[in-house]
Each structure stands twice: as C-alpha cells, then as structure tokens.
C-alpha cells in the first residue's frame, strides 16, 4: 500500500531529493541543510530550489539553470511511490539526527547527508576497522586480505570495506567466515549490485551485516562515486588498513581522507618488485605501522586477545614435488621461471604445478604462477 503524500516520513522526502539529477553530496547537504525535507522538495519542485545563498554557492555555475532541471525533474517523481519502492526493497533510509543514522558520521567533517541501508545499523557499535586495497591485487593481498577479515571477525571486530573485486571481496569473505557482521559502503543503489559477480556477496553482507550507500535507487556506478564513499568507510572505522594498493589506486583517497579524520593507517608489507605494494610500502618508509596478522590490528585497538586461525589443514607436499614450490618462493614466477630455476623439464614442471594447486599449495592467475599462504 502506498503511503499517503500528508503522512510521509522526513526520510521519504529526502530520498526523492537525493534521486534528482545532478544532486550530489554538497547539494545535498545545503539543500537540507536549509530547508526541512518536506518544504525543501516543495521548493525544488516549485523552481525556488537554489533561491538561498548557500545552495546557490554549490549549484554554480548555473543555479538558475539546475533549478530549473530539478522542477521539471520533481514533477515526475511520485514520493509516496517512491516511499514504497524502497520498504519494497528493505532499504532504510537514514538522516543525521534520526533513527540508525550512525554515531561516528555526526561529527565528521563531511557528513552525509543521508544513507541507505540494508541489514542492521546496529552492528556499528562494535569494534570497526577497515581494510581497503586494490581490485587488481595478487593471490598474496587477497590471500592477507582475508585471513584478516576472518580472524578480526572472530574476534568481534566488524569488517568494513567497499565490497569491491579484489582486497574488498575478500576481506568480507573473511569477516562472513570469522562470524562477526561485516559492514559494506558501495558506490551504486542499493538495488544496482556492482560488480555485477557480487551478487551473492552482497546478499551475505545485507542478511548478516550491513550495506550502506549514499546513493539513492537506481544510481549507477559512476567514477566520481567510490572516492566520495571512501570516507564514509574511514569516517565509520577506528583504524584503516591498506593491504594491497599500487600508486595510484583507490586507497590513496581512503589514507588521505583518515589523515584529516586523524584515524590510525596501517598497512600490509608486500614485495619490493611488485606494483601492487608499491603503495603501501611506502606508507611503511613513511613511518606507517605495519600489519603482518590480525594481532597487529587487535592491538592498534586496544584490544589483548589473540587471534585465532583456521588451522591449516592441507597435507604437506609430495617430495619429488617440494623443489618446485621452493623455487617458486614467495613472489609470482611464470611457468618459464620456474623451469629454469629447477632444471626440470617442461613436462615435469607442469606435473608438479597440477599436483601443488590439486593440494592449495599454488594459484594461477594471468600466466603467473603464486604460492598460497
């Protein structure tokens, strides 16, 4: 049943707001700012929307013309239909000040000024560290990157991430495998999963834990979206670490935005030789403290109990096989790297890779051979 236009909540308003073209975060936030959510849509769909000063100032450098693309868009919208679409959904729809909207974004110096969520806003009261790295990692950063989400889960620590490929997916594969909720900020509608390969994920992460999102329904993933999420994950987190990340991937944004957040930055070790650590082992030659398990984090926060890991349960490596996952070490090698440092034949090579990936030993991926912790 749809809701009646005279007993819609605040939130109904400002989720129809928050659906307009062109309304981003900062207009957002100036328009409600201004205006309660209810005389605000009145506004907007009157014409007057950018009539204030503060809302003209983030509408440049055509308030007029935006004013007059949000009236004509607000005419189309039915709020109460659109009320509904989302109790359809079972995604809330939070406010600052209101109900679930969560404690550590009062303060923040870029406040949202609405969130999206599915699952529980209660699980946030517990203990919150993020973990964030690249969508390209290699087998050892999604390997790190879920040991610690498991074994921060099962000491209660709620996993936050961006539910992205690569180090985000895996984290919260972890933190579902430790137990405790883990926590996702995305970058689309909660009702458009990206990547598209998420879609179980994100459901595993909406019945256990809690999905949140800035965006309002239907919004696509667009570019400018994730660095604007990467503080609402840094401003949700006690400490953030960085797992994996190249020079200029994504993380960048999320260390910076806890620089001025003054949340505590570590990060995970990684070989000398490979891009994808070149970020963050310079965020160690910077003074940054390092993560080489999960008892690093725990005691970041304060917290005294050892983590406790899956015991590894994989049988030790035949040994006529043992010589090629000790050449192999512990950074990617091709096939061909592999057969020169052995010795051995292509054919012997190729036997022994079946047999130490049959085993958990080794993974391939793009012509690189890795070992697998």
Request: with cysteine.
């Amino acid at each position: 049943m749809t809701t009646p236009a005279d007993d819609l909540p605040p939130e109904a308003w400002a989720a129809a707001l928050a659906g307009l073209a062109a309304m981003g975060p900062a207009r957002l936030r100036a328009v409600l700012g201004t205006w309660a959510p209810e005389e605000a849509w009145a506004r907007v769909a009157a014409g007057s929307g950018c009539s204030r000063p503060a809302v003209a100032l983030v509408c440049r450098p055509d308030p007029a013309g935006l004013a007059s693309m949000w009236r004509a868009a607000a005419r189309r919208v039915s709020v109460p239909a659109l009320w509904a679409a989302h109790q359809r959904a079972g995604i809330a729809v939070m406010l600052p000040g209101g109900p679930g909207f969560p404690a550590g974004l009062r303060a923040d110096p870029d406040p949202p000024a609405i969130l999206f969520a599915r699952g529980e806003p209660a699980v946030l009261d517990g203990r919150r560290v993020a973990i964030v790295g690249t969508r390209r990692c290699t087998r050892y950063g999604r390997d790190v990157a879920y040991d610690l989400g498991r074994d921060l889960a099962v000491n209660g620590v709620r996993v936050i991430s961006g539910l992205a490929l690569g180090v985000d997916g895996a984290a919260h594969r972890g933190a579902l495998a430790g137990g405790a909720p883990p926590v996702a900020v995305v970058g689309s509608g909660l009702d458009v999963v990206y990547p598209s390969g998420h879609g179980t994920l994100w459901e595993q992460v909406a019945t256990n834990g809690l999905l949140l999102s800035e965006a309002p329904l239907g919004a696509r993933p667009e570019p400018w979206r994730f660095p604007v999420r990467n503080r609402v994950i840094t401003a949700l987190a006690e400490v953030v670490v960085v797992v994996e990340s190249g020079e200029k991937g994504g993380s960048r944004h999320t260390v910076e935005a806890a620089m001025v957040r003054d949340r505590p930055v570590m990060a995970v070790p990684g070989s000398v030789r490979s891009p994808m650590s070149s970020y963050t082992n310079g965020l160690l030659a910077d003074g940054y403290h390092p993560v080489r398990d999960a008892l690093d984090v725990l005691v970041a926060l304060g917290l005294s109990s050892a983590p406790i890991s899956k015991l590894d349960q994989r049988v030790e490596p035949e040994q006529e096989v043992a010589p090629v996952l000790d050449a192999l070490g512990w950074e990617p090698a091709t096939f061909d790297d592999l057969c020169s440092r052995t010795g051995r034949s292509p054919s012997e090579v190729s036997v022994a890779l079946a047999r130490l990936q049959a085993g958990g030993w080794v993974a391939e991926q793009g012509g690189w051979w890795e070992r697998v912790t």
